[in-house]
């Protein structure tokens, strides 16, 4: 695995000249959309400016905000949760990294899309997505869809939405054909305290790190990709998009990050059982395989059966 990366720097209108020195950090991110104060850039002239200055990577979150804004009104009063997906639509998603494309190509500038989670936006790239371009998608992306809101509500509310069991396929498809790059997980360990306000007065997000390997894992078991692929989607591409050196392989001079998993047993997700902090997650009851046995961070075992060595830590990650 790849081990904990850097944080980028959020782009705002206010700060525009640190953009181009803050260090270390593995590129810009802008939010385009579904972001509220500061870090919401939806204006076309401070994105141009973004795009147009300096050589380091853009990452967005592609959702357009006038698009939201006008779809906020027009279901304005409703609380069923399910209507997050109808208010953040396909559409909203696909202006974005259109807009997004168009700038990155106008500049020739390193661009990466985060967490895509629509059919025509996987079609948009899969007939035009320069070299320079990559894009990941969430394993909730490819394995929840519109459905899990009848079952557990608000805690299947995130940004960008989920979408249709369509939108699943041909993300699924587009990631196996190369179309995205890597898998990510958007993790955003909010509360079952605060996830059970009425909608839309929650906030958006789930957790995701902790259940991101056995997932995939689960999913190579079933045939929908190979053990090889979630190695490379969740390792050694994430290496290579962001510029990580010595990372996504098991070679000589290359750090010592692993993790080790048994393939032949299952058990389900249990919130009890979960390391994260918030206590809960959106597959909670799924069966699954791959679960880390030991985890090795620069050589050193952090984590066995169970028992995380809190005085091992991992080293602040560089970026070529």
């Known amino acids: 695995m790849c081990g904990e990366l ?108 985060l967490h895509m989670s629509t059919a025509e936006e996987a079609q948009l ?15 909730q992306h490819l394995l929840l869809n519109t459905s899990a809101y009848e079952t557990i509500g608000t805690l ?35 509360t079952l305290v605060e996830k059970a ?16 390997l056995p997932l995939m894992l689960t999913a190579a078991k079933q045939g929908k990709c190979t053990v090889a692929q979630v190695a490379n989607w969740m390792s050694q591409a994430v290496a290579k998009g962001y510029g990580i050196p010595n990372k996504g392989a098991i070679a000589p001079g290359y750090d010592a990050d692993l993790v080790l998993v048994n393939l032949d047993t299952y058990r389900p997700v249990q919130r009890e059982e979960l390391l994260t902090k918030c206590g809960w997650s959106p597959f909670e009851g799924w069966n699954l395989t791959g679960w880390p046995v030991i985890t090795v961070v620069s050589g050193q075992i952090v984590y066995e059966q169970g028992y995380v060595n809190q005085d091992v830590r991992g080293q602040a990650l560089t970026f070529l």
């Open 6 to 113: 850097r944080l980028f720097i959020g782009a705002t209108a206010e700060i525009l000249p640190d953009l181009l020195t803050a260090k270390p950090t593995p590129g810009i991110k802008i939010f385009m959309g579904s972001m509220h104060g500061q870090l919401l850039v939806d204006q076309d002239t401070v994105l141009e400016t973004i795009f147009a200055q300096g050589d380091r990577l853009i990452a967005v979150h592609a959702e357009d905000q006038e698009r939201i804004n006008q779809r906020r009104q027009e279901f304005a009063g409703i609380h069923d949760p399910a209507i997050h997906s109808q208010i953040q639509d396909n559409q909203a998603a696909l202006l974005a990294t259109q807009k997004a494309l168009k700038l990155s190509k106008q500049y020739q500038r390193r661009l990466h899309i």
């Open 156 to 190: 299947a509310q995130m940004n960008p939405p989920l979408r249709s069991p369509y939108d699943n396929e041909v993300l699924w498809q587009a990631l196996r054909d190369g179309v995205i790059d890597f898998i990510a997980t958007d993790h955003a360990p909010h």
């Open 125 to 139: 790239l899969r007939e035009n997505k320069p070299s320079w371009v990559t894009a990941e998608v969430t394993p």
């Open 197 to 212: 306000q009425e909608y839309p007065n929650t906030p958006s997000g789930m957790p995701g790190v902790e259940t991101s």
